[in-house]
């Protein structure tokens, strides 16, 4: 069965603007589960977007008054996939009005913290937000895909999704299995399955798929956030696994789609051999592969 996915959890980068009360308030709620990045404008959070610093933002609803609104539309339209939040610690004259406006701007979710109550939903929002949503629906979808798959080729499938560490080649990920690149693109090739930089290679797309939902991301920070060596090494890429431009793989596949693309190709068509390899751990040759005990549960 596949593990406890909170095992691999992360902390979320989240960029802030708070007042200095706030700030200390939020350290101490959730220092365990985000690095805060403390902002004074809403153009260095739109930075930090841009450069994939943070995976959410924390807004001050007292705060927002001192805010340029135009820079908040604008970072809720060029990155819907980020979640932003708002955040409630007192009652002012003006907080009906900006709670009002903050939501009209696009903003959905409020944290009410003039309550103690208020200090725990967020800490469960930033637990919710460790592990990224990608990772946890592309892992939770090949989970039913594969019942009962060995916790060895789970975790190959968990590095194929882990942002941390981010693995993008064959001996990276052969490193993280503890066995060397040419015995494991062997045992895929004697198990009739993909070669595992088909694997990689379409995981890194679904990522770039996902980044690209984000309209203020373009095409060369995409490329440089997902350590490609140029733009131009990351369309070679697409044209040579896609058959397509970056620009038409933009305007095809989101994040779910290339998802589907991706268990389509490589997971449901090669379910039932999934279920009982194990790439980093061979069967020796007098054990039958359809045996009671050949699969570690």
């Not at 933002?57 to 008054?65: D, N, Q």
């Not at 690209?212 to 090494?233: C, I, K, M, T, W």
Request: proline share 7%.
């Amino acid at each position: 069965m596949p593990p406890d996915p909170k095992r691999n959890a992360i902390r979320t980068p989240v960029s802030t603007i708070l007042t200095p009360l706030e700030r200390s308030h939020v350290d101490a709620a959730a220092q365990d589960l985000c690095d805060a990045l403390h902002r004074e404008s809403l153009d260095e959070v739109l930075s930090d977007l841009r450069e994939q610093r943070a995976n959410l933002v924390l807004i001050s609803v007292t705060r927002y008054g001192s805010q340029n609104s135009s820079r908040v539309a604008a970072m809720v339209r060029e990155f819907p996939r980020v979640p932003a939040v708002a955040l409630l610690t007192e009652t002012q004259n003006s907080t009906p009005h900006a709670t009002l406006a903050l939501g009209q701007l696009g903003i959905r979710t409020l944290v009410d913290a003039r309550m103690p109550s208020g200090w725990q939903a967020l800490r469960n929002l930033l637990a919710s937000q460790g592990s990224s949503d990608l990772q946890r629906s592309a892992l939770a979808q090949i989970g039913l895909d594969l019942p009962g798959v060995s916790r060895d080729c789970w975790r190959f499938f968990e590095l194929l999704f882990d942002s941390s560490p981010r693995i993008s080649t064959v001996r990276q990920l052969a490193r993280h299995l503890n066995i060397l690149p040419s015995t494991l693109m062997s045992r895929f090739f004697r198990a009739k399955l993909p070669a595992p930089k088909r694997y990689l290679s379409l995981a890194r797309l679904i990522r770039a798929a996902r980044l690209f939902e984000n309209p203020g991301l373009s095409v060369a920070r995409v490329a440089n956030h997902l350590d490609y060596s140029s733009p131009q090494s990351f369309g070679r890429h697409v044209r040579t696994v896609m058959k397509m431009s970056p620009v038409k793989f933009r305007s095809t596949y989101d994040g779910q789609g290339m998802l589907q693309f991706f268990r389509t190709e490589l997971v449901l068509p090669y379910a039932e051999v999934l279920c009982s390899f194990r790439p980093s751990a061979a069967y020796p040759g007098w054990i039958p592969k359809a045996g009671a005990k050949s699969r570690e549960l």
